[in-house]
């Protein structure tokens, strides 16, 4: 870790990408992460909030320090929400394409990604940061960046894919790095 | 509960469509069931055994009684599992017409149903009692019976789906009636 960075932080994640994003926001606040990949336990729930919590706190019971947790989710309108909470597992199935077939020949391609970062600070005590993207589903998969469904997922008021953009410019719209930036926010008012 | 049932047994669910084909099983091994419905904490994972196992021992955690809960899933293999453990979710978002739309124009229909029973017994340790049943997807969902993707489910040497089907008559294929008859089996060993 560089001497400059002040504040270290553990991010329990198996995903190295939601670290990458993660890290470039936190970094811009001189906060760094620290990745522990301890297994992790997932409640099923529509609420990612809640998902993110529960996974905090029994990560929180092994690791007995300070940490977060992200869980997010692309929740498609017309698709009711789906695949939501679940957008790993359906990723992992019926992919990209899958969800292109599903949306063949709909008209309305609203989206939106949300994101759940829970903290829980040196007492125990856990809070909950919030961020969301708004967009609509591609035509097609476009781009080879990021991870998951961000080929088919195009922020509102752009004309690229997620997928079709660096991390630092995904970071100016997507709804982990709102996310991080309140972590950062709190983590600065705590440690101030 | 009529006299002549010996053995009564707590499944914890908020299903009634399940609670139905089990005690229809149960019922001829002179076993009944009370349902409760408390409310349930279920896990994410690709393992419909863990998810039920962890919902039991939850759910043993308030209620401190011999109880069984159960999971189920229709696993597609064209479609890699989907949508597996999270069946349910998927058939409230997308429901039978969103996997009749993932299935179009696929040659290899080939699916199974998957239950799993974990029971916790009266000293709190548990048993998993596993059924399955093979089929194909239909070609377009028939019958009002059953629940869940009981219209597109033709279980193997039928030429109805499940919801054509009566309690009685999906329970001579089911995976949640076979799960059922595992269950009853252990009880009578158990309770003999």
Known sequence: MPESFKLSIIFVTSNINKAKEIENVLSTYDISIVVSQIKKREIQSEDIGEIARESALYAYQTLKKPLFVEDAGLFVKILNGFPG????????????DGVLKLM?????REAEFISQIAYINEEGSLKLCR??????IAEEARGCGGFG??????PKGCSKTFAEMSVVE????????????LLASMLLEEYK
Chains 1, 2 share one sequence.
């Open 85 to 96: 909470p679940y957008s790993s597992f359906v990723y992992k199935t019926i992919g990209v």
């Open 104 to 108: 063949f020949g709909q008209s309305n």
């Open 131 to 136: 961020g969301s993207c708004e967009g609509t």
């Open 149 to 154: 469904f961000d080929p088919i997922f195009i």
């Open 170 to 181: 995904k970071n100016m719209f997507s709804h982990r790095a709102k996310a991080a930036r």
